[in-house]
């Protein structure tokens, strides 16, 4: 029962985020070998200016070592 959690600069319709949200579904469905029903996606808005101090610092870098993807971008401090 996988579940993604998203976070997104603000910006997005919800149309487009539930349709990201269903291929995403559909992609882990068919990667991990379950169904679409037993996936969740959440997606949540994040203002730019929150983007470091919200989602990079408490994030990104505590879970490095879980990211499969890792962003192509840096803070320097």
Known sequence: MPHVDLKCVVGRSDAQKTECAEKIAKVIAETLGCETSSVSVAIKD??????????????????????YKKPGYSYND
């Open 46 to 67: 994040i203002n730019g200016d929150d983007w470091k101090s919200e989602v990079w610092d408490k994030q990104i870098v505590p879970d490095e070592k879980y990211l």
